[in-house]
């Protein structure tokens, strides 16, 4: 396994290399920049606010100064903090919101998939089936304001806006529960389907006749047998999914007015606040090369066949 993780990690270089160059280069084609927005300076102003930011440097001289030097260098839209402060102060509230959603989407998800996968071609089969049909047809951008529209405006039951913080005391709110089920609603549908289809392979194995033919319960058949292989593709589906999640909460994050790193990354990418926008990309990217790598590991671990090649 250490063999393993240290060739994905020495491959993962590269990847990373690429990944930061083509979001610095893209963010420099891209017309506009971050002190257009400004009221109008002199030139030597603006000659001065380029030497600050080293915009005055040729363009592989600032490639090598941010991959270096990223996590210290200055947001341009807030002088005063650092990218990898911004990062620290914002990315546990989006941590936050991801954890609840991915329970939601694992908890809903994997218990629909197993209880429809008990009773194949029934209606308890077709019911969840179909709701997770029409969870994978909602994107999150229509799912969210539908939420607000029902359990907010009419019903009045939770906030349509806001976000109880990242604390101790309050880990929970009743703010938290409307973004958390759009963006695990979604992809909850994903999971159930996945489920089902994986449980219903695994039910038809000779093991599980055995196990079955022995006396043992049908909860201790699904739960001590099934279970294990029945999860193989929900567990190959969690890497694409939790990346989909950090994805999705840039969206979600934006309609709800949560003050997470989706909606600063939103807001660096229009004020092309550059170091801010390398920042968080390099972030998520190292974040979900890293989540892939523990699935990786996951699916080793639950599967004798495989081996870490």
Known sequence: MLKFILRRILETIPVLLCVAAMTFFMCRLAPGGPFDDD????????????????????????????????????????????????????????AKLGFF????????????GVIASLRPNTYIDYIPSSLAMIGICLPTFVMGPLLILVFSLQLDWFPPTGWGGFNYDQFFAADMVLPSL???????????????????DILTQDYIRTARAKGASGLRVILRHALRGGLLPVISFMGPAVAGLIAG?????????????????????FNRDYTLVLGVVMFYATLIILLNLIVDILQVVLNPKLKFD
């Open 39 to 94: 009221k109008q300076v002199t030139p030597e102003v603006r000659e001065l606010l380029d030497k600050q930011f080293n915009l005055d440097q040729p363009l592989y001289r600032q490639f090598i100064d941010y991959v270096v030097n990223l996590p210290s260098l200055q947001s341009f839209k807030n002088p005063s903090h650092t990218v990898g402060g911004i990062i620290s102060e914002k990315f546990p509230v989006s």
């Open 182 to 200: 759009t963006l695990g609603l979604f992809y909850a549908a994903y999971i159930s389907r996945l489920t089902r289809g994986g449980m219903l």
């Open 249 to 269: 909460s840039f969206v979600i994050e934006k309609i709800f007015a949560i003050p997470g790193l989706g909606q600063e990354f939103v807001n660096s990418v």
């Open 101 to 112: 959603a991915i329970s939601i989407a694992l908890g809903l998800g994997v218990l629909f």
